[in-house]
């Protein structure tokens, strides 16, 4: 009689419940988390608009992941150029599906990171873990210019930047390439997520150009209430964004996720505190960008720093961002670009203070991978306990990070402007969500002078 079994021998249950409840978490941070944050933070007649980019480009990027993009990012090395080593063999992974029922079961495997201890889950939940984390990059971004972006030019810029820009960052960095051969680490995606974001919505706003004047002269939130929801999840969810990054439930994720949470609140408590000593009203908008900062700034070392470092990090990261948000922008270039919700802030200067503040705190103490007798336990050393090169090469992978994402995104949107405009014509700029889905976020409640009825009317013949 055979003996059947439950799980293979390499997988461990425990492991995978954690992996794709952590995926999930993240999951939940793009839907519904941003979407109700954008949704409520934008006026009434840009809802739905938001909304429904942050839906689309969720969906965009699952299918190019498991069709090329995680192998991308995360599979055997490509060899530009013929290149067995240096920069162009260690700098992008061979594209290719990971779709049949091979690849979704086997035991995951990333090449050049898994030479210590194996994963013990499969292929397809590495696939799902990873892909939330693409998705929810280009959603960041899309704050910089909501209120003005094409929709139909979205479609192909996330298709394009998910493809050709975040998967060669991934792969550098989380695939075992270039910057982390040289020592370079990104816990949970400071760098290649926040700070990406951060430079590619800034270009990305100063290609498009800004909005309508009267709409950034009078930028009111529609429903504050969706904005606590979506920061509120935004909030919750992280702790599988940190905690599940050192793809085990073990020690080292709960020391992430309790960063984390300590992170973000001295972030959130610190920007009170700023708005009182500055004169101004604690306000809930503001207290979100605190909370997003501290969430953003701890991101790059939530299991690397010990819990004075992760308060550190989340009250050094909301002044770096208060002081940028409320006096920089004022100078140039920042004056000059409309960053619609500020993504240039509070993802990219909080990513940027967050991954330089790694190479200061890291904490040797913190083991991500305890090791076994003869065998090295995994760990790494900032600044303040004697090691000096984290911090070197933390910031030259920063600048490579701004460099590549800023020219890629400049690139790739003056393509895509050859075929679709980037911009919504003024007309549509006016109307909103009726021009260009052909209803509104709240029909029966607000009628509009153009459709009464809150909706457009169906094309003759339909």
């Known amino acids: 009689m055979p003996t059947w079994l439950a799980y293979p021998t390499w997988l461990n249950p425990g492991d995978t419940s954690w992996q794709l409840t952590a995926a999930t978490l993240v999951g939940l941070m793009s839907v519904p988390g941003l979407v109700v944050l954008y949704g409520g933070v934008m006026q009434k007649r840009w809802s739905v608009n938001s909304m429904m980019m942050s839906f689309i480009a969720f969906a965009l990027v699952l299918v190019v992941w498991v069709l090329f993009g995680f192998k991308m990012a995360f599979g055997e090395p490509m060899h530009i150029f013929g290149a067995h080593s240096g920069i162009f063999a260690n700098m992008w992974g061979k594209p290719g599906p990971v779709l049949s029922g091979l690849q979704e079961e086997k035991q995951a495997v990333i090449p050049l990171v898994t030479t210590g201890p194996p994963f013990h889950f499969s292929q397809s939940t590495l696939v799902y873990f990873q892909f939330v984390f693409a998705a929810i990059t280009p959603i960041l971004m899309l704050g910089s210019v909501l209120g003005r972006i094409n ?124 708005d009182y000593i500055t004169r101004r009203k604690p306000t809930l908008i503001g207290s979100v960008n605190g909370m997003i900062t501290g969430l953003v700034a701890i991101t790059p070392g939530a299991g690397y720093v010990n819990g004075w470092g992760a308060m550190a990090i989340g009250l050094i990261g909301v002044v770096i961002v208060y002081l940028a948000l409320n006096y920089l922008s004022r100078l140039r270039p920042f004056r000059n670009v409309d960053d619609t919700l500020g993504v240039v802030y509070t993802h990219g200067f909080a990513g940027l203070a967050g991954g330089l503040l790694v190479g200061i705190f890291a904490d040797p103490a913190l083991i991500v991978y305890p090791g076994v007798g003869k065998t090295a336990s995994i760990a790494i050393s900032g600044l303040i306990h004697g090691n000096g090169t984290l911090l070197k090469w933390q910031f030259i992978a920063a600048v490579w990070v701004i460099v590549f994402s800023a020219i890629g995104t400049w690139i790739l949107l003056k393509l895509i402007g050859l075929v679709v405009s980037l911009r919504l014509p003024d007309e549509a700029l006016e109307e909103g969500d009726l021009a260009v889905h052909g209803h509104e976020v709240y029909p029966s409640d607000v009628p509009s002078l153009a459709y009464p009825a809150g909706t457009a009317p169906a094309p003759a013949g339909a």
């Open 151 to 274: 929709f139909k030019a979205w479609i192909p810029f996330v298709l394009l930047w998910s493809s050709l820009i975040y998967t060669v960052n991934a792969f550098m960095i989380w695939g075992g390439g270039w910057w982390a051969q040289h020592g370079a680490v990104d816990f949970s995606g400071g760098y290649v997520i926040h700070l990406a974001a951060g430079v590619s919505g800034f270009v990305a706003a100063a290609v498009i150009g800004p909005r309508l004047q009267r709409d950034r002269e009078v930028d009111a939130p529609n429903n504050l209430l969706m904005v606590a929801v979506g920061a509120g999840l935004l909030w919750m969810g992280w702790n599988g964004f940190n905690g599940g990054d050192p793809y085990y439930a073990g020690a080292d994720a709960s020391a992430a996720v309790l960063n984390t949470n300590l992170a973000c609140a001295v972030a959130f408590l610190g920007w009170v505190a700023l």
